[in-house]
């Protein structure tokens, strides 16, 4: 167990849609980062929060926002879903900016 | 560009039968390499980070090393439960996880 939550594990929607999800860093750690791991393309680096700012953008599509809240938990806004979104999609905690990451178990996510 | 090259893609092995997985990077400063273990339906786990040419790290039947274009995970003696795909991450030059670049992996099955 890594300490890294994500919310939900799975999740089937519709292309247009809209969803929300959810993740809960390690006690302590500062940095969250989200990954979008697709059959293809390996994982792909698309954000970095680090204590409530936005540190680093990788290449999120302008559909995805992410925001960090004071309590240190992210979420990771997906809109006008696609068939191409459906992906595994890691949050992943740090106490520092290295690369040693804790990774949670993904949140699979559909898109019919 | 930065790069990360991993092979084989996939890799099959007898349970004792020793051998070598290849990532090949291209960075334009390489601050860190970084092996990653992940199982199906997991997020990845960290196993070593590299961090200067002819630095090696060891972990059970794992060693990690590192030259100025690649590093090789080398296992010896593998069991089934080392099945696994293995990554390896790139950090570059600057600040943050927004540099770390993954590889797509080797996917590694040990046969009883």
């Known amino acids: 167990d890594s300490g890294v939550t994500q919310t939900p594990k799975h999740l089937i929607t519709a292309t247009g849609q809209r969803v929300t999800l959810r993740c809960s860093p390690r006690?302590?750690?500062?940095?969250v980062y989200w990954y979008q791991q697709s059959l293809d393309q390996g994982l792909q680096f698309l954000i970095q929060?680090?204590?409530?700012?936005?540190?680093a953008k990788g290449n999120i599509l302008e559909r995805f926002s992410a925001q960090q809240f004071p309590d240190l938990h992210s979420e990771l806004n997906l809109s006008s879903l696609e068939l191409g979104d459906s992906a595994l999609y890691f949050c992943?905690?740090?106490?520092?900016?290295?690369?040693?990451?804790?990774f949670g178990e993904g949140s699979r996510l559909t898109v019919l | 560009e930065d790069q990360v090259t991993q092979s084989p893609e996939a890799l099959r092995l007898q349970e004792g039968e020793s051998s070598s997985l290849n990532c090949s990077y291209t960075?334009?400063?390489?601050?860190?390499l970084f092996w990653y273990r992940q199982d199906p339906g997991k997020g990845p786990e960290f196993l070593f980070t590299?961090?200067?040419a002819g630095e090696e790290k060891e972990k059970e039947r794992l060693k990690a090393t590192l030259t100025k274009k690649e590093s090789f995970l080398h296992i010896t003696a593998p069991k089934p439960e080392d099945s696994a795909t293995y990554l390896c991450?790139?950090?570059?030059?600057?600040?943050?996880?927004?540099?770390?670049?993954f590889g797509t992996g080797t996917r590694l099955t040990v046969i009883p």
């Open positions: 992943a905690s740090s106490t520092a900016p290295t690369g040693e990451l804790f």
């Open positions: 991450a790139v950090q570059a030059s600057g600040t943050g996880a927004n540099n770390l670049f």
């Open positions: 006690s302590g750690d500062l940095s």
């Open positions: 929060y680090y204590n409530g700012e936005e540190r």
């Open positions: 960075v334009s400063g390489l601050r860190g």
């Open positions: 590299l961090y200067s």
